[in-house]
Nanobody, 122 residues
């Protein structure tokens, strides 16, 4: 089992930046994919960025045209999401997720954090 705890959410003006963090418990737990999702109340969860953690390196992609960047500090067991040029449409609850297979772009992740709220004002 693994516990994921997000932090770093808050309120920011449009055009600003925020960095979210996800602390990963259980250093013995092996994951293949980690991701950030977001959800607006009343809508489904949207995949924002993902990382595949492979033998030859860490590969990933974000869905926000380069505005967001996910990274993993393996030593600190922390997943981060750097968000730049924020827009009011980025307002949502952001969730960290992990799975131990390679289907990184699927939404049915096994482990989820409780989320951290990001509010972007115009």
């Amino acid at each position: 089992e693994v516990e994921l705890v997000e932090s770093g959410g808050g309120s920011v003006q449009a055009g600003g930046r925020l960095t979210l963090s996800c602390a990963i418990s259980n250093p013995q737990f092996s994951v293949s994919c980690m991701a950030w999702f977001r959800q607006v109340r009343g809508k489904g969860r949207e995949l924002v960025a993902w990382l595949y953690i492979g033998r030859t390196g860490i590969y990933g992609r974000d869905s926000q045209k380069g505005r967001f960047n996910a990274s993993l500090d393996s030593a600190k067991r922390t997943l981060s999401l750097q968000m730049n040029h924020l827009d009011p449409e980025d307002t949502a609850m952001y969730y960290c997720a992990a799975r131990n297979n390679s289907y990184c772009t699927n939404s049915d992740y096994t482990y989820w954090g409780r989320g951290t709220l990001v509010t972007v004002s115009s």
